[in-house]
C-alpha cells in the first residue's frame, strides 16, 4: 500500500540544489568573458565531452527553450521569429531561439552570444539548419558533426565516418576555443559523463517500483544536468543524492499521488508549458506517467577508454532518435514491460516531426503485440498555440475509460 | 519518317509516369522508383535497371493519414497515398536516399506497410565539405551496391559504368541547352517544357530521353540573340510537377528563365568529371545542393545570387511544398540576400496540386506586374 505525500517529492533536498546548479551554470555562462572562457551553443545530442575538456562553456538552445516553454513565452517569441519571416510549422525551439536572439527577451533575458557553435545531427536535421542561421546571425564558426540516420542499423561505414570526423573536429575546436585538447582531460571528461549516464539510468528505472517515487513530468525536471553538465563532478555528485533520496522514497512506498491505478509510459518531449496541468488531469483519473522515452535518450551512451573515438562515435551515431522505427517500436515494447505499465501516451509533436512521424505505425504495432492501448494527443512542445485544453482533456478521459475497461 | 513533335512527347510522358513504369514492364525490363535526386541513378541504370523519379500525385489524402500526420510535408503524404492506392505496382523496387526529416521515417514506414517490396537506402551524409564527408560517401555507396547486388545478382561492371556515365553527361548537356535556347526561344520553348523536359530525364529511360531531345535542341540556331522583352523570374524550391506556374508566368508577359528546383536545374546540373565510382559520387557531392544538406552556411544564397545574375533575373518565386522544413529554414535569408541586390522575391506555399489555382493566377500576376525589366 503507498503512503501517498505528494510534498515528499516536493521536499527533497535535491530540487532547491538543482534549481542552484541551473542559477550557478547560467550565471556562470553569462559571465564566461571574465574567466576568458569561450562559449560554444550546442546540440542537445552533441559530444559536449570534448568542450568540457577543452574549458568551453556549452550552452543549450534546447534547454533554454524547455525553459522557455514552461516559462509559457513560447508563442510571444515564436511570433517575433515569425515576423521575419520563419514559418509556423517549423520548429517551436528554433522560433522561440529566433525570438529571444533578436528580443533578448527569455526567463534568462536571454542566452549569451556564441564564441562558436557545434552542430550534431543525431536528433534531427532540423538542427542543422537552425544552426546555420544562428551562425549567420552571430557570424561565428559553425563546427557541424554529422550522424546518419541508422535506416540499416549500426553499419561500419557509418561508425568510421563519425569516428574520422571526430579527429577532424578536435583541431577545429582547438582553433576556435584557443586551448589545447588532451587525451588525459578528455578521459577524465569522459569517466564522469559514463558515471553520470550510469547514475541517470538508475535513477529512472527506480520508478519500476510501484508505486514510482516519482512521475516523467519530475525525470523532465531532473533531466536538464545530464543534458547540460555531463562531463562534469557536480552531475555526478548531484545524481548520486537524487539517487539517494528517491531510493529512500520508493523503499517505503512513499508516491506522489493518492493512487497509482494505471501506470503509463509518454513518447516524444513534454509539453512544457502544460506541465501541472496535464500531471494534474491524469493524477485525477489515478494514472501517472512512470517512464518515458525521451529522458531515456540521455541514459545509454558509453566511452570506453580503450577505444575512446570509436566507442564515442558510436555512442552519438547511435543514440535513441537516430534509430529507426523498428527499433523504437522494441524500445517502447521493453520500456512497457519494464514499468510494468497499463498503456502509453504518444505526444505528436508538431515542432519535433522525426520523433513524431512513425508514431501512428508505433502505436498500432505496440498494441498489436503487446495488447497495451496507447493514446495519441497532438499538441507542440513550447508553443501554446498549438494546444487546446478542451480536445487533449476529452481524449485523456476517452482513454482512461479504455483502460477502465481493461481492468474489469 | 514522321518528324517528331517533341513538346507533345515530352507533355505525355511528363504526364504519366505509371505508363511510362507499365511500357518496360511489358518490356521486361527491370523498373526501380526513387524519391529523390540524391539516389545515384547511374549506378541503377550501369546494373541494369530502370531508375524512375517518384513524385507524389495524389491529391486527395486518406489511407496516407493512417501513418503521417497532417504536418507531414504533402510529398510523402501523397507519395505514400499513391502507394497504398496501388498505382505503383510495376516497380521492381524502391530506392530511398537521406534528406529530410520527413524522408527519413517515410523509408522506414514504407518498409513496414510494403514488406515485399524491394527496399533499398543509400545514406549519404548530410555534410557536403570536404573529404572526410566524400570518403563517407564512397564507402556508403558501395555498402549500398552490395545491397542492389541482391537483386540484380551480379556486381556493378565498371566498363558498363562509364558507358552509363556518356549517356547521363550527355542528357545534362542536352537539358542545359534547353535551358539556354529558352531564353532566345521563349515562344517555340514555352516555361514549361523545362519542367517537361526534366520530367522525361527522371521518368525515361536517358538513352530513349536524349533520343527525343537532341534532334529538338539541335533545330534551333545558337546564335540567335536571347529574348529582352519578357521579364525574367526565377523558381527556387523542392520538387513541383504543376505546370501552372509555369504557364502563368508566360501568360502575364515573363519567363521561368531558370531555377533551383529539385525537378529542375539542381537535378542536371554539373557533369560526372571521371568515369568511376568515385568520380561519379563525387558530382553528386558537388551539384547544387538541396537545403537540406550542408556544405557551408553560406553555399545557397552564393549560388542563387551567381545564377540570378547569370540569367539577368528580374524576380525569385520560392515555390515550396508545403512543411518542407529545410527550404523554409533559408527562406528569409536568402530573400534577405536577394534584397541586398534589388531583386523582389515572393514565396508561395503549396499542397501537392495540379488543379488550377485562382489564388495562385492572382498572386503570379501581381507579382509579374511589379518586375522591372
Known sequence: MADQNPKALKDLKSNMRLRKIMQKYYLKAKLSWLFRKKICWITSGGPVELLIALGVTPIYPENHGAMIGAMKMGSELCDVAEQMGYSRDLCSYFRADVGQAVTKRSPI????RPDFMLCCNNICGTVLKWYEVQARYYNV????????????????????????????????LEKVSGRKFTEKKFLEVAEYANEAITLWNEILSICEHVPAPMTCFDAFFYLAPIVTLRGTKIVVDYYKDLKKELTYLADNNIAPFPEERFRLVWDNLPIWFKMRRLSKTLSNYGACLVGDTYTNAWADNDINPEKPYETMARAYATIYLNRNVESRIENMIKMLKKYKAHGFVMHSNRSCKPYSFGQLDIKDEVTRRTGLPGLMIEADMTDQRSYSDEQIETR???FIETLKEREV | MKEENYPEFAQEVSHDPIAQIESYKRQERPVFGYTCSYVIEEFLDAMGVIPVRLIGRATNIQAADRHFQAYCCSQVRSLMEDFLNDAYKSLDGVIFAHTCD?????HDIFKRTFPKVFVKNLNLPSRLDGEVPFKYAVAETKRFLRTIEEFTGKPLDLAKLAETVIVY??????????????LKYPEQIPSRLLLQSVLVSQYRDKREANRHLEPFVDSFKVDAPEDTKRKRIMLVGNVNINEEIYDLADEFGAMIADDDMCTGRRYFSTQVAEPTIEGVVRRYMNRPHCAAKHRDNYSRQRYLLELAEKR???GVIFFYLKFCDPHCFDYPDLKKALDGKGIPSQMIEVEQSLAPSGQLRTKMQAFVEMLSV
Open chain 2, 169 to 182: 553527361n550527355r542528357n545534362r548537356t542536352l537539358l542545359e541547352r534547353l535551358y539556354a535556347l529558352h
Open chain 1, 396 to 398: 485523456i478521459q476517452a
Open chain 2, 312 to 314: 539577368r533575373i528580374n
Open chain 1, 141 to 172: 564558426p559553425l563546427i557541424i558533426l554529422d550522424t546518419p540516420y541508422n535506416y540499416d542499423g549500426e553499419t561500419p561505414e557509418l561508425i568510421s565516418y563519425v569516428s574520422d570526423q571526430f579527429k577532424e573536429i578536435i583541431p577545429e
Open chain 1, 109 to 112: 533575458k536571454g542566452l549569451p
Open chain 2, 102 to 106: 520527413s524522408m527519413q521515417p517515410f
